[in-house]
C-alpha cells in the first residue's frame, strides 16, 4: 500500500485491527517518508526508527493476540518538550542538545501504554517561546504549504510534520497560543484544553500558569482520538484535575450546531492588524456556521487591549523562575574552562540560550525583582482575573466565542519581524491561556498566496467535547481539513 499515509487515525485503527496492513510497514512507510522528505521541511529534530520498530513489533503481537488496544500500532510525533526517556529531549535548545531524559512525561507514557509508536521528537521554538520556530537551535522548520515560510510556532515541528504527512498527528504544548497558531498556518486543527486537564508531568515548562498540552492533527476525529490518550488527572502534577475525562471520539456528534450561539468580539475584528485574506476565510467560516444553524452576534471583549502587555509580563516572569535551573551544574550545557563559579554560571547561560530566551529571561527578571513587582507581576496578575471575568461574562451569553486564530497567514522565513510585532501576532490567543480556557484551531481556507487560514472556537472550561463536535460537524460539511500541500502529496 503506497497510501497509508492518506488514512485517517480512525481507517488506520481499523485497517490494523483487521490486519489489512502490519504496523511494521505502516511505521517503516513513514519512517521512508520522513527520510526522503523530511530533508526539505526539516520538522524532526530527532527520529527513533529503532524505538519506533520495536513498539511497532510490540502492537503487532498485541493485535494477533488479539488484546490490542484501539489505536495500538499508529506512529505519532511528540514536541521535543516532552521527556521521552533515553531520547534526547532538546526543548529546540542548545542548552539541552546533550540532554537524554531519563524518565518519559506522563503524556509519554499514556502514548506508549496506548500502544501508539513513537517515530521521533519534532522540532520548537526555544523552550517554546516564539511564533515561527525560528528561534530554534536546530534551524527553521518550513512550512509544507510553501518552504519559504514558517509553519508557525512554537509546535511548529509538529505542525510541519502532519501537514507533510510525516506523522498522522502529534502531542504539542500551548502556552499562548503555540498549538492554534502553527496549525492555523499549516491548515491542521489544534485543541488547547482547559488548563489542568493534561498533565504537565515531564513536559519542560516555560510558563506553568499557562502551558497546557494537546493534540495536532488533520481532523476534529484524529484529535478527539489523541485527546483520549492524553486527558486525565495525574497525581504526578497538582495542577491537573481530578475530574472525568470525556470520551471524544464518542462526542463527536454530541453537540448540534443548530441554535448554537456563537459570539464575534468586536475588538478582535476591528483590529487593524486583521489581515484582509485571514478576515474575507473567517466571514466565510462563519457564515456556513450559520447555514449550519448556529446564531452569530456581535459583542465587547473591553480587555483586549491589555492581553499582550499582560501574557508578556506573566510569561516571561515564570519563565525566567523556570529557566534558572539551567545553570550549567546539574545538567544541560555547560561552558568550557569556566574561571569560577560566577564565570561558570554566566557563560553557560550565555552561551547555551538563544537571544529570544534571553530576553525574556531579562523582562521576567526585571518584572519580578523588589521594587517592580507590585508594579508589574502583581498588577498583571489583577488584570488577568479582569480578562478571566471578561470571558466568563461573555459565557453567560454565548456557547462559544470565534475569531481567526492569527492575524495573518504565516510570515515569510527570515522576515525578521521585531520582537514587539511578533508579540502582537499572538492577540487572539494568549487571553485564552490567561484564563485557562479551551479553544481550537480549525482550517477555513486559504488566502490569496494560497497559505493556510485558521478559525479559532473558544469554549468555556472543559468544553472540549463540543469544541471538538462542532469542529467535526464543520468538517463534516466542508473539505478544508482534507487538502494537502504538494510537498504531502510527494511518494517516498
Ligand atoms: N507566541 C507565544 C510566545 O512566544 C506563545 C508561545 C507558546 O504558546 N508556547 O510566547
Known amino acids: ?75 505519532l510525533a511528540h514536541k521535543d518538550i516532552f521527556c521521552t526517556q533515553g531520547v534526547r529531549t532538546s526543548a529546540g535548545s542548545k542548552m539541552l542538545d546533550n540532554f537524554i531524559s531519563p524518565y518519559d512525561a506522563t503524556v509519554v507514557t499514556k502514548a506508549k501504554a496506548a500502544g501508539l509508536v513513537t517515530l521521533g521528537k519534532v522540532n520548537m521554538d526555544e523552550f517554546a517561546m516564539g511564533s515561527t520556530s525560528e528561534s530554534s537551535y536546530y534551524g527553521a522548520t518550513k512550512n509544507p504549504w510553501n518552504l519559504d515560510y514558517v509553519p508557525g510556532g512554537s509546535s511548529g515541528g509538529s505542525a510541519a510534520a502532519v501537514a507533510a504527512d510525516l506523522a498522522p498527528f502529534a502531542t504539542g504544548t500551548d502556552t499562548g497560543g503555540s498549538i492554534r497558531q502553527p496549525a ?3 491548515g491542521l486543527t489544534g485543541l488547547k484544553p482547559t488548563y489542568g486537564r493534561v498533565s504537565r508531568f515531564g513536559m519542560i515548562a516555560y510558563a506553568s500558569s499557562l502551558d497546557q498540552g494537546g493534540p495536532m492533527a488533520r481532523s476534529a476525529e484524529d484529535c ?54 485571514v478576515r474575507n476565510c473567517f466571514m466565510q467560516a462563519l457564515t456556513k456556521l450559520q447555514e449550519m444553524g448556529a446564531e452569530v452576534e456581535y459583542f465587547d471583549l473591553e480587555m483586549t487591549e491589555a492581553y499582550i502587555p499582560t501574557y508578556y509580563l506573566i510569561a516571561p516572569a515564570e519563565a525566567s523562575s ?40 531579562l523582562i521576567g527578571t526585571y518584572a519580578l525583582s523588589a521594587g517592580y513587582y507590585d508594579a508589574y507581576y502583581v498588577k498583571a496578575q489583577k488584570v488577568r482575573r479582569l480578562i478571566q471575568q471578561d470571558f466568563l461574562k461573555a459565557f ?18 527570515g522576515e525578521e519581524l521585531d520582537p514587539v510585532s511578533m508579540y502582537l501576532g499572538d492577540i487572539y490567543t494568549v487571553a485564552v491561556n490567561l484564563a485557562g480556557l479551551p479553544a481550537i484551531n480549525a482550517p477555513i481556507g486559504f488566502e490569496e498566496r494560497n497559505l493556510p487560514v485558521g478559525l479559532q472556537l473558544i469554549g468555556n472550561y472543559w468544553s472540549e467535547s463540543q469544541l471538538l463536535s462542532v469542529v467535526h460537524q464543520y468538517q463534516q460539511v466542508t473539505d478544508w481539513h482534507t487538502k494537502r500541500a504538494a510537498i504531502a502529496e510527494e511518494n517516498a
Open 322 to 361: 523556570n529557566l534558572s535551573r539551567f545553570d550549567g551544574v546539574r545538567y544541560g550545557y555547560r561552558c568550557e574552562n569556566p574561571t569560577d563559579i560566577l564565570d561558570l554560571y554566566k557563560r553557560s547561560r550565555s552561551e547555551g540560550f538563544g537571544p529570544e530566551v534571553q530576553r525574556r529571561i
Open 1 to 75: 500500500m503506497t497510501n497509508l499515509h492518506r488514512l485517517s487515525i480512525r481507517e488506520l485503527s481499523e485497517g490494523l485491527q483487521q490486519g489489512k496492513f502490519s504496523s511494521r510497514e505502516l511505521t517503516q512507510h513513514y519512517l521512508k517518508r520522513i527520510e526522503k522528505i523530511d530533508a526539505q521541511v526539516k520538522s524532526y529534530v530527532t527520529v527513533t526508527p529503532e524505538l519506533a520498530l520495536s513498539q511497532a513489533d510490540a502492537a503487532d503481537a498485541a493485535i494477533k493476540a488479539g488484546n490490542a488496544t484501539a489505536l495500538a500500532g499508529i506512529p
Open 184 to 186: 492555523s498556518f499549516c
Open 396 to 413: 453567560e451569553k454565548f456557547d462559544l466565542i470565534a475569531s481567526p486564530s492569527a492575524p495573518s497567514a504565516a510570515y515569510r522565513i
Open 224 to 277: 478527539a482520538y489523541l485527546m483520549n490518550v492524553m486527558a486525565g488527572h495525574d497525581a504526578k502534577d497538582s495542577t491537573s484535575v481530578e475530574k472525568e475525562v470525556d470520551d471524544y471520539v464518542a462526542n463527536l456528534n454530541a453537540t448540534s450546531v443548530n441554535g448554537l450561539r456563537i459570539g464575534i468580539p468586536n475588538q478582535y475584528i476591528s483590529d487593524v492588524c486583521l489581515d484582509v485574506g
